[in-house]
């Protein structure tokens, strides 16, 4: 089971929980004990509890002894001090031994109490001759045997009853009030069952705080480690499980597991301490009526296994179809515009809608069946009550029970079956949280393609020792996405160097893209080697690698927050100087004057709120606000007008001094004045050199110039 596992780390919450729960269960399962004790010894015996009662008058006492064997009565005799006015009251010595007492004095007490109803039993005759010596003990006790015989078949039970019967009326022969002796039992044994409620409902309510705190952690470290797993990954483990499936994962199946670690926690660890703890408090009242309670377990348990065959599939399916619907809804919202723009509004809802109903469908199929368990559940317990009633009013009939022992054992099954109940029912929800800890378990052991070296091997100092601008070399490069069979870059071999800008150009598809990506290391090479500084990439970590580089990504994207948050992105404590020389470099200072809040002003979640030029040049301020050595620019300069184009590209050349730029493009103006220019064509390098050499020696870039700019613009070098 996944969600065990889960809680390895939380085993002193654990133990906490199920020593409270067997306080709770101690609590829950004496309560019924009690009850049966205020019906029977409160109500029916007047409060009167044992058949040795606390005080008699020496006649019983004497009458008593004389019917009790040679041990038993000095045992007897021991239990009892006689008082100043002739009374005998029961001592410290006899309390220690009450039930003991209980059962030497049950039949003498009743034979004394109903003497004067047995034929030939003249007690006061009988205690003369005794004291005389003119009978013997052993005869008097084969009278008393005789007198059983004349009394009938009576069981141990209601010889018990006609004790207490024969004690009350003793209590009342010595001027006890014995409403004043049932009212004490009532308000004492009321006040014990108050506070075993209250010691009940305190441990109810830790097991819930610890449980549901408990629960929220093992919720809290899974998001975590999902979070941890999720951004280490490449583009590739990404596309395998698909954003809004990882989305659902991170929210609704770690919520699911936390549910029902709580449910674990509190229900299935009390079932079983809860039904264990009942079935022994039965066998102290009537283990005759037992196959009542097996008989309903089994029928819960085929109602359950009967239900779990016909829903448990359907709970897997649902896991997929809010994954569906996720990934719909997460489409419509991303591509709203490019939807109102086609006018394909009636076809995306119908879209939406299709997805919706399937999980509706369902999600109401499960409903259904899951409904139907509670009702068939009450129904049997009903029946049982029912049938609890029924041969236990036998027993009471016959006197081998009581009346309050019937409402124990009813309340006891009760407690069972509920017990039994509540393992049937988180044994529904336990294989749906298992699939959600399956589909979680799929992230989290997912191994990224992108590694860092083992500890011991990685050469991150021979990056962080240099402080001047990165030389990054293709040696042989060549690189495939996953299992393709074709290469989206063959042989790539390049050097940028520092204090240069080095440019990549070429058609749509050409692989330009990718090679800022090797760089950054979000791809690993299929062949060849990426290095910086003569240090192969992979033998770096990735957190030193990432901090020798500014990246520009090609499609904007801001955070939500300020402009000032944005741009000092990868340090929170970045002086506001620096924040503002990044703004100017990038051109972007002008949308900071216009606003009122100036470097406060808010920036909503991916910048929808900036134009997508004003996005582009934040994002560039960003990368520039980095105290890094290599610049990276992939097709960031697309958004921008050409005379920004132009006055960015002249303050980079003047301000990053000996760092080394790397620009992506498709526009022959951003990539005019570069000192290395590399053409692309599928994949391959088709041409190096400056702008005037690949007018000579390259027809691709050639084709390219001649279908972006004039031949006045190419020969003058300059663009407007």
């Known amino acids: 089971m996944r969600i065990i596992r889960y809680l390895k780390n939380c085993k002193i919450a654990v133990v906490l929980i199920v020593c409270l729960l067997i306080v709770q269960a101690f609590t829950d399962l004496a309560l019924p004990n009690y009850t049966s004790q205020i019906v029977d010894v409160g109500i029916q015996q007047s409060g009167v509890e044992h058949a040795a009662t606390d005080e008699m008058t020496a006649k019983t006492h004497d009458e008593i002894a004389m019917m009790l064997p040679e041990n038993d009565e000095q045992t007897f005799r021991d239990a009892y001090t006689e008082s100043d006015s002739g009374t005998y009251t029961l001592n410290d010595q006899g309390k220690k031994e009450q039930e003991e007492l209980d059962r030497m004095v049950a039949m003498p007490l009743v034979a004394i109490h109903y003497a004067s109803q047995i034929p030939d039993l003249d007690l006061d005759q009988v205690m003369q001759a005794y004291q005389a010596g ?178 448990m599939p359907k709970f897997k399916i649902m896991q997929k179809l809010i994954d569906k619907v996720n990934l719909v809804s997460r489409e419509i919202l991303t591509g709203l515009p490019v939807i109102r723009a086609f006018d394909r509004q009636a076809y995306e809802e119908k879209r939406f809608d299709d997805a919706s109903t399937h999980l509706m469908k369902t999600q109401l199929f499960t409903n259904r069946v899951m409904t139907f368990m509670m009702p068939v559940m009450m129904l049997i317990m009903n029946l049982v009550s029912v049938m609890i009633v029924w041969v236990g009013g036998h027993y009471i009939d016959t006197g081998a029970i009581q009346t309050g022992d019937l409402i124990a054992f009813i309340t006891y099954a009760m407690v069972i079956i509920m017990g039994f109940l509540m393992i049937g029912m988180i044994s529904i929800m336990l294989p749906r949280a298992d699939v959600a800890a399956q589909r979680v378990n799929e992230v989290l052991e997912t191994k990224p393609t992108i590694c860092d070296p083992a500890a011991d091997q990685a050469r991150d100092e021979a990056l962080a020792a240099q402080s001047s601008g990165a030389t990054i070399a293709f040696n042989d490069v060549s690189f495939k996405y996953g299992d393709s069979k074709e290469c989206v870059l063959e042989h790539i071999d390049f050097t940028a160097e520092p204090g240069k800008t080095t440019a990549i150009i070429g058609s749509t598809g050409s692989g330009k893209s990718t090679v800022i990506k090797l760089i950054e290391r979000f791809y690993d090479v299929t062949c060849g080697s990426v290095t910086i500084d003569g240090v192969d990439i992979r033998d770096v970590s990735q957190q030193a690698l990432r901090e020798q580089l500014g990246y520009v990504p090609q499609k904007a994207f801001l955070f939500s927050g300020t402009i000032e948050s944005n741009v000092a992105y990868a340090n929170e404590d970045m002086p506001k100087e620096r924040v503002e020389e990044a703004i100017d470099i990038a051109q972007a200072s002008e949308l900071v004057s216009s606003k009122e809040e100036g470097l406060e002003a808010p920036v909503s979640q991916g910048g929808t709120n900036v134009s997508g030029g004003q996005r582009q040049r934040l994002a560039i301020a960003r990368a520039l606000a980095t105290e890094a050595r290599a610049y990276l620019f992939d097709d960031s300069f697309s958004a921008l007008d050409y005379k920004t184009d132009a006055a960015l590209r002249q303050e980079l050349h003047t301000r990053l001094g000996g760092k080394t730029v790397v620009i992506v493009a498709q526009r022959i103006s951003t990539v005019l004045h570069a000192d290395h220019i590399i053409v692309l064509d599928e994949g391959r390098i088709v041409g190096q050199g400056t702008h005037e050499e690949l007018m000579k020696t390259c027809e691709e870039y050639r084709e390219i110039a001649m279908s972006q700019l004039s031949a006045e613009e190419l020969n003058g070098g300059d663009v407007a």
């Open 134 to 311: 003119a009978v013997q003990k052993q005869d008097i006790l084969d009278m008393l045997d005789k007198a059983k015989e004349q009394m009938g078949d009576m069981s141990d039970s209601i010889v018990d009853q006609q004790a207490i019967a024969a004690a009350k009326a003793e209590y009342e022969s010595l001027g006890y009030n014995l409403s004043d002796l049932q009212m004490k039992y009532l308000i004492r044994i009321g006040l014990m069952m108050l506070g075993l409620a209250a010691l009940g409902m305190v441990a109810a309510v830790l097991v819930g705080f610890i449980a549901s705190r408990t629960a929220a952690k093992v919720g809290a470290t899974l998001r975590a480690k999902l979070f941890r797993q999720v951004v280490s990954f490449s583009d590739a483990e990404v596309q395998s499980f698909s954003a809004a499936s990882l989305i659902t994962r991170g929210t609704n199946d770690i919520q699911l597991i936390q549910m029902v670690t709580v449910m674990l926690l509190r229900m299935v660890l009390y079932a079983p301490i809860l039904a264990i703890g009942g079935i022994i408090m039965i066998s102290r009242t009537n283990l005759a009526m037992s196959w009542i309670i097996v008989v309903a377990v089994v029928a819960i348990f085929v109602i359950i296994m009967v239900l779990m065959r016909v829903a």
